[in-house]
Each structure stands twice: as C-alpha cells, then as structure tokens.
C-alpha cells in the first residue's frame, strides 16, 4: 500500500465521498418544489390524492435530507486530513461560502422539514404550507452556495494573493464569478430531472404492482410531463454553459472532444479510444465538422486542441466516455419522457403499455448516473487544478500515506454500499406502503379536515 500514490489515493477517496454525497442533494433540491406543487394542489382542489402523494414524497424527502447530512459530514473532515492545503490557501473564499451554506439554507431546511413531517393537522394549513416553501428554498439556496464556491474553483474571480494566500476583494465577483449563473442553471435543472424520473419510476412500479390509486396516477402523469418540459430545457442550458467552458477552460473541451490538434472542421466524435500516450486517437467513428458547428456553430470554427496545453490538461478518456455517457442518458431521457407524455395524452395514465412503464421503472435513477457522469467531467476537466490558476491539486494534498488512506477508503466503500442499498430499499419500502385504507379514506388526518375524506377548504360560493 505504501507503493500507492498518495495524491491519488486522496482523489480517489474525495470523489467516492461527494460521488455518495451529492445523490442526496440531487434530490432534495428539487424534490422540495415537487412537494410544494403537491402541496398547492391540494389546497386548490381538496383532493386527498395529491396528500397521498405529499405524505409518501416528504418521507422520502426527509430520508435523502438526513443521508445527505451524514454523508456532508465526511466531506467536511476530509478537507482537514487529506487537503490541508486547499484552506490553507483558499480558507478566505471557501470558509465564508460553505458558512453562508450552514447557516442560511442548511437552518432553513432543518427546522421547517419538522413542519412538513409532523404538522399536517397539528398546525393551520397555510402555516404547513409556509413550512414547504421555506424548506424547498432552503433546498435551492444551499444549493446556491455550493455551486457558487464550486464554480469560483472553476474560473476565479474577486481576490488576490498575499503571502501565498488568497484574499477576497470583490465578493459580488466571487459569488457570480464567469461560470456561475450557468453551472448553477445547469444543476438545478438536472436535480429536476433527477427527481422526475425517480417519481415517475417508482410510481409506474406501484401502478404495476397494484394499480396505485389515484394520487400515484397523478404523480406519474405530473413527472412524465415535467420531465418532458425540462429536458430541452436543460439541452440548450446545457449548450449554453459548454460555450461558457469554451471561453474559461478551453483545456477542458478539448479533452471533451479527444481533440488534440486545434483546427477547424472538428469532427464530432461519436466513439473513439483516446490514445494519452500517443496523444491520438484509435478507432474514431465521427460527424465531419460537428464539434465546430456545436461549439462555434459553423463548420469553419476553430475548436481547441490538447496539443495545446500540453502538460497542463485533465486526462482525456474519462472525460471523453463521462461526456458522452451524460448525453446519452439525456437524449433517452428526452425519448422516454416524450414518448410518455404523447401515451398519456392519447390514452391517459391507465392506457400505457405495461412495456413503458417497466422502460420507466428502469429510469428511475436514471438522474442519478447522468449528474454522476457530469460531475466527473466537470471535477476532472479542472485538473491538475484544485482552482484554476492559482492551486495545484498536488500543491494541497496532505502528509496522510498510502496505507491510511487506502483503508479509510476501503472501509468508506463498504458502508456506502450498505447505505445506499439500505436507502433504495426503504424507497420502495414506502411506496409499497402508501396506499389507501379500505374504503379509499386517507389512513392519516389532512390539513385542514378534522377526519374523514378530505373536502375543498374554501367555500367555491363564497
């Protein structure tokens, strides 16, 4: 073990820790506002089908918010064991950010999420839905600070260097630093589409298993047509912020594309196995001129090359293959969610072929490995930089060796898988378990109803 690189190993052990981490928030950005539009929909309509819904989302909600806590945590302490340099040297920038995070959103969530959990008729029914507001824009603000410190290790803005050490000096510029507004655009959308998915998957699995009632059917038509919306939505923001990419880490394009010689007419490569040592590629199968109409939008549009920025790129192929594998997965989602929303359309939710709804199932985390898959372009498009320009990630890997991390690691691996198995399972556990008591009464109070079936909260006469 002591053979092992030690920055490696380090590198190794962060991405298995936020690759865990950020599933959770992935949802729970997102999830937020579903719950809040269930819960909107209720009020309006006095339906019992959308609490049904609510009451078996903010459940799971509240699992991914507690998953994402612990898992924040270990986050946390990695900065001080493995890259005790990184606060070192950035402290000033960082530390501030994730403060704001903890003590604006994080608060937020945390003391509302009991509100949502535990006071559907304990306290009025505006005050829950109050408690839904606050807790999905703390789920959105939390997110705010992440990607804004995030994308200031991106592209850097606002600050200078004393000693050795970064100072702000124009917190307007760090905050809304070049790649901000898109990363941030870009996430949030992909939260949203993580979220679709999964509800529409685990709904079209209770439809399956036994019909569902009616607020399932409400909730796989509600995510079948979100998701349909939102992906060429997130297609063309997802355009947008690699023409931001191009403009402030070109570097990280070219490995995108396995380009290594800058030139115009770019092919678009489809498939390719980038050659690092030979600096080319091996069997290429491409669009003529594709990558220049993407990124210049026209055939002639010089795209960059590795060559380039020789001794000063990510390593190609996993950027290459993550690229590739997001937008795969995004342009199946967009078939999936189209082709849904034109069945429900035609023949309404009971009229989908049972084909498609297990094709949903299959989906479900589909969000998942396409956020994955872009997490890992975007962190290993920045090397050999922790931020760009101004810290090596070498630079701030800690004394820690081999043989302490690759057991940490190791022991890392193991719990994660039985969490995250242990998780999936409890997600099916409570979709199995939200039915509806005999006689298609809620099995619990609802807002703004005493007991009994739910009824419109206002008189429509008065």
């Known amino acids: 073990m002591d053979g092992l690189d030690p920055l490696m190993l380090a590198r190794i052990q962060f991405a298995a820790n936020i690759s865990f981490h950020i599933l959770f928030p992935t949802i729970t ?3 937020g506002w579903a719950l809040l539009g269930f819960k909107l929909a209720y009020n309006r309509s006095g339906d019992a089908a959308w609490m049904d ?3 078996l989302w903010v459940k799971v909600f509240a699992l991914s918010f507690a ?12 900065f001080g064991t493995n890259w005790p340099g990184y606060m070192e040297r950035v402290g000033n920038v960082a530390g501030p950010l994730l403060a704001y995070e903890v003590l604006t959103a994080f608060f937020l969530e945390a003391v509302f999420l009991g509100i949502m959990l535990f006071g559907f008729s304990r306290v009025p029914n505006w005050v829950h839905t109050l408690a839904t507001v606050l807790v999905a824009g703390g789920t959105t603000l939390s997110a705010f600070w992440i990607i804004a410190l995030n994308s200031w290790m991106q592209t850097p803005a606002g600050f200078e260097i004393r000693g ?3 100072h702000a000096t124009d917190w ?3 905050v809304f630093n070049p790649s901000m507004p898109y990363r941030l655009a870009h996430m949030l959308l992909a939260s949203a589409l993580t979220v679709a998915f999964l509800i529409a998957g685990m709904s079209a699995w209770r439809w399956l298993k036994d019909g569902g009632g009616e607020g399932v059917r409400r909730t796989l038509k509600a995510a079948v047509y979100a998701a349909a919306i939102l992906i ?6 997802g355009d947008q912020h690699g023409l931001n990419t191009l403009a402030h880490q070109p570097q990280k394009v070219a490995a995108m594309e396995a380009n290594w010689e800058t030139q115009p007419n770019a092919p678009l490569l489809l498939f390719a196995l980038p050659d690092e040592a030979a600096r080319t590629n091996h069997a290429e199968i491409g669009i003529p001129s594709g990558a220049s109409l993407i990124l210049k939008h026209h055939a002639e549009g010089v795209v960059p090359g ?5 001794g000063n790129h990510p390593p ?6 993550g690229f590739r594998l997001m937008v795969g997965l995004g342009v199946l989602m967009l078939l999936v969610a189209w082709s849904g929303a034109w069945l429900i359309r035609r023949r309404g939710v009971d009229g989908l072929p049972r084909c498609y709804a297990r094709g949903l199932v299959a989906m479900t985390f589909a969000g998942w490995l396409a956020t994955l898959a872009g997490w890992y372009v975007t962190e290993i498009g920045r090397q050999p930089w922790l931020v760009t320009g101004v810290l090596r990630t070498a630079d701030a890997v800690g004394p820690t060796g081999s043989a302490m991390v690759t057991t940490s690691l190791a022991l890392y691996l193991a719990v994660y898988a039985v969490l995250l198995t242990a998780y999936v399972a409890v997600l099916y556990r409570l979709a199995g378990l939200g039915r509806r008591a005999p006689g298609g009464k809620p099995m619990f109070p609802l807002p703004g109803v005493a007991q009994g079936p739910a009824e419109p909260l206002e008189d429509p006469a008065a």
């Open 29 to 31: 950005i997102a999830l």
């Open 53 to 55: 819904a609510y009451r």
């Open 67 to 78: 998953m994402g806590v612990v898992s924040g945590i270990t986050m946390s302490f990695q």
């Open 164 to 166: 050795g050490v970064v």
């Open 172 to 174: 307007w510029a760090i």
């Open 232 to 237: 060429p939505v997130q297609i063309f923001v």
């Open 306 to 310: 590795l060559n380039d920025y020789a």
């Open 316 to 321: 190609v192929a996993p950027i290459f293959w």
